[in-house]
């Protein structure tokens, strides 16, 4: 199994990136996909989870700020982060879970004037 992030980088205040994690080594419509971050000095945190049925919940700090989405035929997970904070500083890792979980290597994201 292999989950490759991309998309991270460097943003301002206010704006926006998009994630994207592909997916390889499994059936990934079988498999809940989710979006974790871990900033310095800090734990990992959760931040968003979609579901196979394509059903979406999020931390309370991201809700209407970011969006996950899916795209089965594809096997990628996506996560659209718009009027990022610099607190959303962070490495982003995306997950995969149905018996087991597998996760992803992390892409950073800096938020920062």
């Known amino acids: 199994v292999q989950l490759v992030e991309s998309g991270g980088g460097s943003v301002q205040p206010g704006g926006s990136l998009r994630l994207s994690c592909a997916a390889s080594?499994?059936?990934?419509?079988?498999?809940?996909a989710a979006w974790y971050r871990q900033a310095p000095g800090k734990e990992r945190e959760w931040v968003a989870t979609v579901t196979t049925s394509s059903s979406t919940t999020y931390t309370n700090s991201v809700k209407g700020r970011f969006t996950i989405s899916r795209d089965n035929a594809k096997a990628t997970v996506y996560l659209q982060m718009n009027s990022l904070k610099p607190e959303d500083t962070a490495v982003y890792y995306c997950?995969?879970?149905?018996?087991?979980?597998?996760w992803g290597q992390g892409t950073q994201v800096t938020v920062s004037s």
């Open positions: 997950t995969v879970r149905r018996t087991g979980v597998y």
């Open positions: 080594g499994i059936t990934f419509s079988n498999y809940n």
